[in-house]
């Protein structure tokens, strides 16, 4: 992606200007919850606006096709036509991307492939110092990653009903906004940390450290 106002070229992975006058400078990741049915979101913030984008002949862009639908389902990986030799996942595996910084300075990282929420849509995890929630739900492809202190405790979470868990005190959580909804931490919320639903290929590509989930 470019910025109309220098034309720097941006990663959209990263967020790192790679090319142009901003080269090096790096936007700000924010946490979000990508593709949750638009009943689901309203419920959770019915005060949400929704943007429309017109197209020049004035009628609202169709969303019924998906134009990459051909791409996914290929083996082609990348556009550059360069090889990716990171065997340890096949290229076009799913995964969620997490990464947290280190109190030396450093960044973690860490893959999540799709197939572990088969049976489940949570995962407690440790990366780093940092314990993790990982929530995906595989019917709606929602995913979302919180942090698992609460109230200067580490808690371990399980599944419940959908898009709710229950940690180990019985506090009940709602996973879309992150927000507790019973018990003595009631209208606490969760933090949420950025993540992305991505091939492993251009994960594993921008981030060969990572580590893999299993």
Do not use: C
């Amino acid at each position: 992606m470019y910025d109309h106002q220098t034309r720097s070229l941006w990663s959209h992975i990263t967020g790192e200007a790679i090319q142009g006058p901003l080269k090096g400078k790096k936007l700000k990741s924010l946490a979000s919850m990508p593709q949750i049915a638009w009943k689901t979101w309203r419920f959770n913030y019915p005060e949400t606006r929704v943007l429309s984008v017109p197209t020049k002949g004035g009628m609202q862009e169709s969303r019924s096709q998906d134009v990459y639908a051909d791409y996914h389902a290929s083996q082609r990986a990348g556009v550059s036509g360069m090889e990716y030799t990171d065997d340890r996942l096949p290229n076009k595996s799913l995964v969620i991307g997490v990464q947290v910084p280190a109190k030396d300075g450093t960044t973690q990282f860490r893959a999540y492939p799709l197939t572990h929420f088969t049976e489940t849509a949570v995962i407690n995890d440790t990366l780093g110092e940092v314990p993790l929630l990982i929530f995906h739900d595989k019917a709606s492809f929602a995913t979302a990653v919180f942090t698992r202190n609460v109230a200067e405790e580490v808690r371990t979470f399980s599944p419940k009903d959908r898009h709710f868990v229950e940690d180990d005190t019985g506090t009940r959580w709602n996973l879309i906004t992150g927000e507790a909804t019973s018990g003595k931490e009631n209208g606490t919320r969760l933090e949420r940390l950025p993540a992305v639903n991505i091939y492993w290929f251009a994960w594993a590509r921008y981030y060969p450290e990572t580590s893999i989930y299993h």
